[in-house]
């Protein structure tokens, strides 16, 4: 009996209460008629299938009766099922967008078979990291004994030629370790092998499935196809699935590694390049992975004191190499979003709350015509989960649409692709909100409906109900203003922070300057003459074309390619000092008239010239900050130091400007003439960017710049074409689109507090009505009604308010590495946050006042 | 609650059991038990009415207007307390018929094709 008892719990308790007696009854005498274990084993199986079937059916029956019941009632009061299912809809889209975008980048594990045993590593100096040396990854890879494989890349651009027009693309070398370590297999052909990545093997070329439909226009045999890469013969050997995005997902080829053994490569220790990936043996953990490491750095220190002085390795998990600030942004957001869904929610439940007040009669009279509470309830939960899934459904297509706008928050250096999709993951994340949201927040309102027991409502009239709602209803409001405060503080700092970012000084001029790159291929340009004399055919024409005032090549423009730093050793230090951070700086080559193109001020000396030849005295022009380091308050020109193989000879110093960008300090600049490079020498440091002044617009420029740059070398091809106005604005792209994001939830958050402020009010106002009209009665002034009215909106408000000051301050603590030094408790924020939410509350309490005003005392007592 | 009565045809075809309980209540009042030894009989035992189908299609059958729970009790020797005893409705009566008259249709459409033996 005990067993059936348990069976009969699957029912709905309205059906147990109703039939549970009898139905246990019939089941007895069946079990006494049943004789023999065979007839008692059938019996009890037929039940149990029996009373399963049973109940779902029942059980389905009342959730077709409440369905139908809900939609009657959903119709009856369109306003109140609009408001909600809006609310909701972007609560859930704020949150469905956030998490999409936050799971893609943060969560989701990297596209690899076993991607948490990928690593990669860095070697490490007191206060940086930077890529390893070949000389020191050969060395690290045969020593250490903690990874499976270990391979190494480098990110590169080439230009292919012989495939229609001349085109630049981005890609990388790899060693022939690489892709088999991260255990991608190609969509055809197959990858390198260990032969094909030695010094003197012939060319071999893998492409990405985007280069194979562009170019190739998907052709199944182009395998074995040859390609001019650089003007090097190269063969097509296979082609990568169509999501294999790597290092980054701008990659769109790759070519094996073919270390030269004795060139720059080898040549030098700290000629630091190459990006190391391994994978960890099984059973390695990260810890001691970097334990190992730090036993073979030591070791090679000890070897190789000078060049490794201080040298150790650092193991990161390839799944944790996210920027710091794309991190804190999607955290951000997410924040922003889950604020949002407070908000939300506090709105339902207050919506729910304040209706199922309304709606005390109703019910009163279902349960006195024999409803139970568990039905009642069930149907007031069905209402509310209703409500909530047409709230996520809405809220999915919110977000869906929002999605592509998020779209920047993605940081290009992941291996992944670039826009998130709502996929089946999002899709249950969203669900399991709203249905979480509807459960957990008409759950509530009717429990504490149906827990009156008596329903006093029938006898009482409309002012049943009692405090304690009201007191819920009032915590509810208050949630709600809190976390609007939280989020517009929030959003304030940070466009103060974008303001004050977009304020700072690059330390170069952004307007009309158009830039453009034609990448020189080696080996056809390995001779610096065969080089200088591209430059001057080009130049010189761009510098005659009308409107030019100048016009120059350097090898990286700033705050594009943000490396290319080399230690710098002033005469008379010491050599040994050199490795550390403190005498890093950033090495450029460049023609005459870069620092007029760019409006780099030219404060002492010289700029470089077309005299500054191989044969002539080794030149350079050096930023402020240089001198400061080295030479402070002392005559900077004619001073010597030693930087890339060379002893170099200040003749001029320029101001400085924000190569690293405009959020992070920069190293000191050294600028070094074109001229004075040894022929197959620092190949990595060759002027491949152009860049003009124009006083008109410089876009203009574009195709007669084209036609100089064809006449110069009809193969040359051209590409990323910007002005420098479009480099500086990039710098803050994601960071705006950040704030336009944040600032939207904000706007959403504090409409949607408003309305709370104004529903609650407005439901206060009409069950007082009675009190009010008799205040008026009398003889109350209309101003102390509306005092009343305000004063309610005003405490909830300040309350709110008041905690969200203190929530939003740490908020800010917590995001202060995104604030580019605007304080966290920021004055004028916090202020202009607070005068929005007076405002809000003013206005979310005036309708219900001015209704609260015009209330017929005769009629409000009448009506009872 | 508080329903207008549908159309009887609106309601069919009825689920067998709901017949057969129709059936089982025509003639007098009968309680639960009553009801599944009343279509066991009729039916040689070849349908046996378990507990929850029973009060499942009792359930739906109260909700539809079909049978009402009865006040009137039996003589007070066969009466037995906890039990609930169930009453067919006029609307109840006027669905059986309906359901009848289908039935009988469906037979002689299947009787012209030759499918049942016996009198054409």
Partial sequence: ?864 | MGNTLPQPDSLLPLPPATFHILLAVAEEDLHGYAIIQDVAARTNGELKLSAGTLYRSIQRMLEQGLIVETQDRPAPELDDERRRYYRITPFGADVARAEARRLTQLVRMARDRGFVAGRA
């Fill in chain 1, 1 to 864: 009996m005990r067993a059936y008892e348990i069976l009969l719990r699957f029912y709905p308790a309205s059906f147990r209460a109703e039939y549970g007696e009898e139905m246990r009854g019939i089941w007895a005498r069946r079990r006494r008629d049943a004789s023999g274990p065979p007839a008692v084993a059938a019996l009890w199986i037929a039940t149990v299938f029996e009373v399963l079937s049973n109940a779902a059916a029942v059980h389905w029956d009342i959730l077709r009766q409440d369905l139908r019941y809900t939609v009657r009632t959903l119709a009856r009061s369109p306003g109140f099922a609009l408001t909600a299912v809006l609310v909701l809809a972007l609560g859930v889209g704020a949150n469905t967008a956030a998490f999409s975008v936050t799971d893609f980048v943060l969560i989701r594990p990297l596209p690899f078979p076993e991607p948490d045993r990928l690593v990669a590593l860095w070697e490490k100096v007191p206060g940086y990291k930077m890529e390893l040396s070949p000389s020191n990854y050969v060395d690290w890879k045969h020593m250490s004994k903690s990874f499976e494989r270990m391979g190494a890349y480098v990110e590169t651009s080439v230009n292919l030629v012989g495939q229609g027009d001349p085109e630049h693309l981005e890609g990388a070398t790899v060693t022939a370790d690489l892709l088999p370590l991260l255990g991608v297999q190609p969509m055809m052909g197959r990858v390198f092998t260990a032969a094909e990545d030695r010094e003197g093997a012939p060319g071999t070329l893998l492409l990405s499935y985007q280069l194979w439909q562009a170019v190739f226009g998907g052709d199944a045999g182009v395998i074995g196809r040859r390609v001019n890469l650089d003007n090097e013969p190269f063969v097509v050997i296979g082609v990568m699935p169509r999501d294999f995005h790597f290092p980054s997902r701008n990659a769109e080829l790759w070519t094996p590694m073919r270390f030269r053994e004795h060139s720059d490569d080898f040549r030098d220790r700290n000629n630091n390049y190459l990006s190391v990936v391994a994978r960890l043996k099984r059973g390695v953990s990260l810890a001691q992975a970097g334990a190992e490491m730090g036993v073979v750095t030591a070791q090679l220190e000890r070897q190789f004191p000078k060049e490794n002085a201080q040298t150790r390795a650092f193991v990161n998990l390839l799944r944790d190499e996210l920027p710091q600030q794309s991190r804190l942004l999607l955290m951000a957001l997410t924040g922003a979003a889950l604020c949002v869904l407070t908000i939300a929610c506090a709105n339902l439940a207050n919506l729910l709350l304040a209706r199922g007040l309304a709606r005390q009669r109703e019910l009163a009279v279902r349960s006195a015509m024999g409803a139970g509470r568990e039905r009642l309830v069930r149907q007031l939960v069905t209402e509310s989960l209703v409500l909530a899934l047409a709230g996520g459904a809405l809220g999915v297509l919110v977000a869906s649409a929002a999605v592509p706008l998020l779209a920047r928050l993605v940081p290009a250096s992941l291996p992944i692709a670039q826009s998130p999709s709502i996929d089946l993951r999002v899709l249950i994340f969203a669900g399991l909100i709203s249905g979480l949201t509807g459960i957990g927040f008409g759950v509530l309102p009717a429990q504490r409906l149906c827990r009156q027991g008596d329903f006093s409502a029938l006898r009482e009239g409309t002012r049943a109900g009692g405090g304690r709602k009201e007191r819920l209803r009032s915590v509810l409001v208050i949630a709600e203003v809190t976390a609007s405060v939280v989020l517009l503080v929030s959003a304030g700092l940070l466009v103060r922070a974008l303001w004050r970012i977009e304020g700072t000084d690059p330390g170069f001029r952004t307007d009309g300057v158009l830039t453009l790159q034609t990448a020189l291929p080696m080996p056809k340009y390995d001779e610096t003459a065969r080089r200088a004399g591209f430059y001057t055919r080009v130049l010189s024409a761009v510098r005659a074309l009308p409107g030019v005032s100048s016009a120059a090549y350097i090898s990286y423009l700033p705050m594009v390619r943000t490396g290319g730093i080399w230690p710098a050793t002033p005469e008379g230090q010491p050599v040994e000092i050199q490795r550390s951070g403190s005498h890093q700086a950033s090495l450029r080559f460049v023609t005459p008239g870069f620092f007029a193109t760019l409006g780099i001020p030219l404060h002492r000396g010289r700029d470089v010239a077309e005299s500054d030849t191989i044969d002539a005295p080794f030149a350079s022009v050096v930023s402020e900050s240089f001198v400061r380091r080295y030479w402070p308050d002392q005559d900077p020109l004619g001073r010597h130091f030693k930087m890339a193989f060379h002893d170099r000879m200040v003749v001029g110093v320029v101001g400085d400007i924000r190569v690293r960008g405009l959020e992070r300090p920069s190293e000191p600049q050294v600028y070094l003439p074109y001229r004075q490079v040894q022929d197959g020498s620092l190949e990595g440091y060759v002027p491949n960017d152009l860049v003009m002044h124009s006083a008109s617009r410089p876009e203009a420029l574009l195709p007669a710049v084209r036609q100089i740059i064809r006449g110069a070398d009809s193969e040359q091809p051209v590409s990323d074409v910007r002005t420098m106005a479009d480099i500086v604005q990039e710098q803050t792209a994601s960071r705006a689109a950040q704030v336009r994001v944040l600032g939207a939830f904000a706007a959403i958050a504090f409409l949607l507090a408003g309305v709370g402020i104004h529903g609650l009010l407005s439901f206060a106002v009409s069950r007082r009505t009675q009190e009010i009209g008799v205040r008026i009665a009398l003889g109350a002034q209309r101003g102390e009604i509306v005092q009343m009215i305000v004063r309610q909106g005003a405490l909830l408000a300040s309350a709110g308010v008041m905690l969200g000051i203190v929530l939003a301050y740490a908020a800010g603590r917590a995001m202060e590495g995104l604030l580019a030094g605007v304080q966290p408790g920021d004055a004028l924020t916090f202020a202009s946050a607070v005068g929005l939410c007076v405002m809000m509350t003013v206005l979310g309490s005036l309708l219900p006042a001015l209704r609260a005003v015009r209330i017929d005392p005769i009629q409000a007592i009448r009506s009872e």
